[in-house]
């Protein structure tokens, strides 16, 4: 018979021991890094005296691991960064460390010899469904961050903001170690380039989030201390793909010179989803005025979502939701003369793939994309920047 583990009551003496200022040994630390993979947020709106200590790089670079682990658009938002860390220490081997489902995207990219992925997402599943054996899931955790602890990284740099990365920056360590990590006490510190402190409190504190006048791509430019010769956003998608996905909207009748719409009616969070009806009237309105092609993009949740759009239409659009992996969304959104969407990961594949994006902003304040010919729309309410999900 399988024993149940309570979490909850595991945790608790490790937080003691924090509040107490007792060091944590390696397996509290995995433990602390799995209660940040079940709690994205650890209150960091309240961190308001985050100690930091500037820092210099010492000794030669020659393996370099980036943490990357947040979203779909952080990560398309590092690729500029990668290209400076390239030119700036070009005999080095760079390494990136990202989650599952953004991976696909940084594969192939020129900038990176080796790219490595978390299970945050499978353990994630697999923790609140219960039917897998706990200590399995510890193991399933470590297994990566033991890899990357036997590469001996001359230099970790932590791009990431998140309770989930810090941890695990500390877990993986390094010769020099920059960005936000936790202490041997399981409490945050930053370390090296202010602009890590700086990006901190503006994802932490919505004040900061309206100051805040700087991209995604600027700041973590600025967070690795690079200046690439080029401040694009790159995501390289094979031949063979670009040209299946060409076929595919050829089959469905669309020809070169065709004006082609994407609409991306779906989000990770409901509060940031404009109404479906409305999608599909501007759907039908683009159809008939413009004479526009229409296709509707999501990923497997959204594929009822897309389909109930579909039907409401009076001109049934070319539906892919569900359909496509991240570089085939890639390939079709370059071929898109316009891509109007929710604030979600599509749309910043859209940036990073040059088509303009009409961007339909709920609760989370979206900085700007980096490119003109965006244009992004949001309510003017003193609530805006709450990040809520219901």
Not at 225 to 236: A, F, G, Q, T, W
Not at 335 to 355: E, P, Q, S, Y
Request: proline share 5%; hydrophobic share 40%.
């Amino acid at each position: 018979m399988k024993k149940v583990v309570n979490f909850n009551e595991m945790i608790k003496p490790i937080y003691l021991k924090m509040d107490c200022g007792q060091k944590l040994s390696k397996g509290e630390m995995l433990l602390l890094l799995i209660d940040k993979i079940l709690n994205a947020n650890w209150g960091v709106q309240r961190l308001t005296n985050l100690p930091y200590q500037p820092g210099s790089i010492e000794g030669r670079v020659d393996n370099i691991l980036v943490i990357q682990t947040s979203s779909i658009g952080d990560v398309v938002y590092t690729t500029p960064a990668l290209r400076g860390l390239r030119e700036k220490y070009p005999q080095s081997r760079i390494s990136l460390l990202t989650s599952e489902i953004p991976k696909e995207i940084v594969v192939g990219n020129p900038n990176v010899d080796e790219v490595f992925s978390f299970p945050r997402e499978r353990c994630l599943r697999d923790l609140r469904d219960g039917k897998k054996d706990f200590w399995k899931i510890v193991a399933d955790i470590y297994r990566p961050i033991k890899e990357l602890q036997l590469s001996d990284f001359d230099l970790t740099l932590n791009l990431s903001v998140t309770p989930m990365s810090a941890v695990l920056t500390h877990l993986i360590g390094g010769r020099n170690v920059w960005g936000l990590m936790v202490n041997e006490f399981g409490r945050p510190k930053l370390v090296g380039c202010a602009w890590s402190l700086y990006t901190f409190y503006i994802k932490a504190n919505r004040v900061m989030q309206d100051l805040n006048r700087l991209d995604l791509m600027e700041l973590h430019l600025r967070m690795a201390d690079v200046n690439p010769s080029k401040r694009e956003l790159l995501i390289s998608i094979e031949a063979e793909i670009k040209n299946r996905c060409l076929q595919i909207l050829d089959d469905y009748g669309v020809k070169q010179g065709d004006l082609v719409i994407g609409l991306n009616p779906g989000a990770g969070f409901r509060s940031r989803c404009w109404l479906k009806e409305r999608f599909a009237q501007l759907g039908d309105r683009l159809n008939e005025e413009y004479g526009a092609k229409i296709i509707l993009f999501g990923g497997p949740k959204e594929e009822d979502l897309a389909k109930e759009i579909a039907e409401m239409m009076n001109q049934r659009p070319i539906n892919l939701a569900g359909k496509t992996f991240l570089k085939e969304l890639a390939a079709y959104l370059s071929r898109c003369d316009c891509l109007i969407t929710n604030d979600t990961g599509a749309m910043h594949i859209a940036a990073a793939v040059h088509t303009p994006i009409i961007g339909i902003c709920g609760p989370t304040r979206v900085g700007p994309l980096g490119k003109e010919g965006h244009l992004l729309l949001q309510a003017d309410l003193d609530c805006i920047g709450c990040g809520t999900t219901s």
